[in-house]
Nanobody
Framework: QVQLAESGGGLVQAGGSLRLSCAAS????????MGWYRQTPEKQRELVAGVSSGGNTNYAASVQGRFTISRDNAKNTIYLQMNRLKPQDTAGYSCAANRQGTLYWGKGTLVPVSP
């Protein structure tokens, strides 16, 4: 069992930055893949960014060049640095971890971006 706890969300103005953190209750060293997802009432949940155990990353086209995902195995934490935020980035952001085929989710954190 892996518990995930997100933090760092909050209201930000367009053009601003935020860093989200996702702390895991267990070592993430052996977790194959971790990612950040977002969802709004109008849209289905989408993958924002992901990072593999080997450090390979992938991003949604809409955030490429603005967001950066990273992982710190020593702290069992992944991060999402979000720069040049836009109102359309407004969503609930959740982190997920895939460990040996089992998917774990955090409860999420809200990121409202004002115009």
């Amino acid at each position: 069992q892996v518990q995930l706890a997100e933090s760092g969300g909050g209201l930000v103005q367009a053009g601003g930055s935020l860093r989200l953190s996702c702390a895991a209750s267990a070592s993430i060293f052996s977790i194959n893949y971790m990612g950040w997802y977002r969802q709004t009432p109008e849209k289905q949940r989408e993958l924002v960014a992901g990072v593999s155990s080997g450090g390979n990353t992938n991003y949604a086209a809409s955030v490429q060049g603005r967001f950066t995902i990273s992982r710190d195995n020593a702290k069992n934490t992944i991060y999402l640095q979000m720069n040049r935020l836009k109102p359309q980035d407004t969503a609930g952001y959740s982190c997920a971890a895939n460990r040996q085929g089992t998917l774990y989710w955090g409860k999420g954190t809200l990121v409202p971006v004002s115009p």
